[in-house]
């Protein structure tokens, strides 16, 4: 069964899908990588050129793509994979979906600075972009979740532990 980490921008997601694929011996699919890949350009030129509905198209290739080949994998999905719900369906039919949140103030001073994540809204100051596609996204990202996983006071390898017992207790993942 797929790990599948679900989340917004700045929770944490890649990092604790290292931990997990390392404590674990699983590989580890990254959605927005596999994007880039697919188009042959970084995520920021993808919507500068092509804007976000071709971007959506391309990650709903690499999700179909991903279910389709992995297996007991850990499976890093951009934050606006729930958006579709093709998207969700088939996440949610090949693994179990982790949710990580964080505080509204944690997730601005992650990603703040990180250059790779292009304006979702235009005409909005940071915060208030921030605000808004959470409140958007809140619905579908906890109608998807099997966990919920607070990541605002947790090391990435301390989440990543708690997932594991988690699963463990849930029994969707071996002893």
């Given at each position: 069964?797929?790990?599948?980490?679900?989340?917004y921008?700045g929770?944490g997601?890649?990092?604790?899908?290292?931990?997990l694929?390392?404590?674990?011996?699983?590989?580890?699919?990254?959605?927005?990588d596999l994007i880039?890949e697919?188009?042959?350009?970084?995520?920021?030129?993808i919507?500068?050129?092509?804007?976000?509905?071709?971007?959506?198209?391309?990650e709903?290739e690499?999700v179909?793509?991903v279910?389709?080949?992995?297996e007991?994998?850990?499976i890093?999905c951009?934050?606006?994979?729930?958006l579709?719900?093709?998207?969700?369906?088939?996440?949610k039919?090949?693994?179990?979906a982790v949710l990580?949140?964080a505080s509204?103030?944690?997730?601005?001073?992650?990603?703040r600075?990180?250059?790779?994540?292009?304006?979702?809204?235009e005409?909005?100051s940071f915060?208030?972009?921030?605000r808004?596609?959470?409140?958007?996204?809140?619905?579908?990202y906890?109608?998807?979740?099997?966990?919920v996983?607070d990541?605002?006071h947790?090391t990435?390898?301390?989440t990543?532990?708690?997932?594991?017992q988690y699963?463990?207790?849930k029994?969707?993942?071996?002893?």
């Amino acid at each position: 069964m797929n790990i599948v980490l679900l989340g917004y921008r700045g929770t944490g997601k890649s990092t604790v899908a290292k931990y997990l694929a390392r404590k674990l011996g699983r590989s580890v699919y990254r959605t927005d990588d596999l994007i880039v890949e697919a188009a042959g350009k970084p995520i920021p030129r993808i919507v500068e050129e092509d804007g976000w509905p071709r971007f959506r198209e391309i990650e709903a290739e690499v999700v179909r793509e991903v279910c389709s080949r992995a297996e007991d994998a850990i499976i890093d999905c951009g934050g606006g994979v729930v958006l579709n719900d093709e998207n969700t369906a088939r996440l949610k039919k090949r693994g179990r979906a982790v949710l990580l949140t964080a505080s509204l103030e944690a997730l601005m001073g992650r990603i703040r600075q990180d250059p790779n994540r292009p304006p979702l809204k235009e005409g909005l100051s940071f915060e208030e972009e921030q605000r808004l596609i959470l409140a958007e996204r809140e619905e579908k990202y906890r109608a998807a979740a099997d966990v919920v996983v607070d990541t605002t006071h947790h090391t990435p390898d301390k989440t990543a532990l708690e997932i594991i017992q988690y699963f463990k207790e849930k029994l969707w993942l071996a002893e």
